[in-house]
C-alpha cells in the first residue's frame, strides 16, 4: 500500500479468497471464540521460529479498540464468518493457506497448509517459502 492511500476495507462487507479455512477449524475457532465475549475475531501472524525460518501464528482479537488501532496496518477481512486481520508486512505469507483443525485423538492443532512452502525443518515447526 502506498503512503497516501487509505485502508478503506470495511470488514462487514470486505471477503478476501486467499485464504480458505475449512469446516473443522471454522467450527474450532468459533468454539474458541465463544469462551471469552471479549473475543472479537483472530489475528493470523508469522514469527521467526526454527531451523527453517517462519511459523504461523493465531491469536484471538479481544476488542474493538485493537481492530481500529490497526485499521492502517492490516488487512482486514471475513472468512467462514470469522474477523480476521492479517498485517500488510506479512500478507504475502498468507496467499493461498488452507487453514485445517486436526483432532486426531491424542493432539488438537491447527494447520496451516502453503503451496508456496518450499521447505520444512526436521521436527516440522518451521518452514521457509520460495
Not at 471464540?33 to 491469536?59: Q, T, V
Not at 474477523?83 to 485445517?100: A, Q, R, T
Request: aromatic share 14%; proline share 2%; charged share 30%.
Amino acid at each position: 500500500m502506498k503512503k497516501n492511500e487509505i485502508n478503506t476495507h470495511i470488514p462487514e462487507t470486505t471477503k478476501w479468497k486467499e485464504i480458505s479455512i475449512t469446516n473443522k477449524a471454522k467450527q474450532q475457532i468459533l468454539y474458541l471464540m465463544s469462551l471469552n465475549p471479549e473475543n472479537k475475531g483472530i489475528r493470523l501472524s508469522i514469527k521467526k521460529s526454527g531451523c527453517a525460518g517462519f511459523r504461523y501464528s493465531m491469536k484471538f482479537i479481544k476488542n474493538q479498540k485493537i481492530i481500529q488501532k490497526n485499521n492502517q496496518e492490516d488487512k482486514i477481512f471475513y472468512c467462514e464468518d470469522i474477523l480476521i486481520h492479517i498485517s500488510w508486512k506479512e500478507i504475502i505469507f498468507f496467499n493461498g493457506i488452507k487453514i485445517d483443525f486436526i483432532n486426531d485423538k491424542i493432539n488438537k492443532v491447527f494447520k496451516f497448509y502453503n503451496p508456496k512452502i518450499e521447505k520444512f525443518c526436521g521436527c516440522g515447526e518451521s518452514f521457509s517459502i520460495y
